[in-house]
């Protein structure tokens, strides 16, 4: 097995400082996720009572209802959506007020169900639906706290008006039932369906951001070395050749230095874009830690990563960048086709290492190792 390449002094990645804190979340992150909450509640109630009304509609028309009826049933259909959300929205705790608000909605609809006589049909669905709607804003926990009021209302109106008992479901009220039976779970659905699909987004971003150097936009540590241990491992099954280049900055420190942590940045961008460069479909960029860098080669040899190594160093010494017009940056580099004598990722790494500071002791910048230069130390 052969292995190395010039490179600068290695200098080992410091870990991430466990006692720094990550960036706070802004300080109405909080209120406006419950926020979002009260108005996605709000439009299923605003179409929920809405249809729930024309169930009820239907009963009190068939019942010959006096006019103080129709009136509450419009200020709970229309004034109750708009005067919840308002409640809500400027509440402290706009969940905790929403979750109240619901709790009136059960116990309005408690009262409806005593007031068209337990009509079978619109009954049902008006207690599915607050069910369902509970279920959907605060799981069964919720579903069982508003329980008590629907039925404590229930009770106390069925009572009011000497316990009247219709059960029979005429054609109109069941037509008038058919909008909510159909468009109200459908819209639960649609909202359900969006929140899940906001949360598959929010995790695949996560997963990205688990994966990525912040800076750089390369595969960060840890990512890397999953994918050289994977690597690693499909090389043993196959035989299949697998290199890896190691490279370093050279005098990176001294840049910062002169011209600031900004113009550093600036060029481990500028060193980041080059590996993006200089890889093929299957390579895998890394950023593996401070100013070093690691380039995995899948079913390349010693020699194509030399090759490799060799572009990557003339693309490197090529960068200009816009902070600092006179700022050139070279790296030095190390490579290690992987063992066919079933190293693991550590010791494949070490002998990159080892071969990087060969390549600094002969100097550092755009040089590459002759074939006499691969001494029996570096083979493998």
Known sequence: MRSEFPVPVLSRPHPANPNRASAAQPAGAGRAREVAFVRRVHRLRVLGLALGALCVASVLWLQGSAWPWWVLLACNSVVWPQVSRRLAERSESPRAA?????????????????????????????????AVDKISAGGPKLLWRTLPWLLVTCAFMSAMLQFPVALHTPMPVLLACVPLLVA???SICSV???????VVHQNRRLDEVGRTDELTGLANRRHG????????????????AVSMILL???????????????????????????LRG???????????GGDEFILILPETGFDGAQETATRLQAQVSALTFERVPGLRCTVSVGAAQVSPRAEDV?????????ALYAAKARGRGPQVPQEQDRGPAMAA
């Open 278 to 288: 200089s890889r093929s479909g299957s390579d895998t960029p890394v950023r593996y």
């Open 98 to 130: 929403e979750e109240r608000n619901l709790m009136v909605d059960s116990a309005l609809g408690g009262m409806w169900i005593a007031v068209i006589q337990f009509n079978l049909l619109p009954s049902v669905l008006l207690l599915t639906m607050l």
């Open 346 to 354: 550590d010791a494949w790494i070490q002998r990159a290492d080892l």
């Open 184 to 186: 109200y779970p459908l």
């Open 225 to 240: 070395l999953a994918v050289a241990e994977a690597e690693l491992l499909r090389a043993r099954e196959t035989g299949r």
């Open 248 to 274: 370093d900055i050279d005098h990176f420190k001294r840049i910062n230095d002169l011209h600031g942590h900004h113009a550093g940045d600036d060029v481990l961008r500028g060193v980041a874009q080059a």
């Open 192 to 198: 359900n369906w969006e929140l899940a699909s906001r």
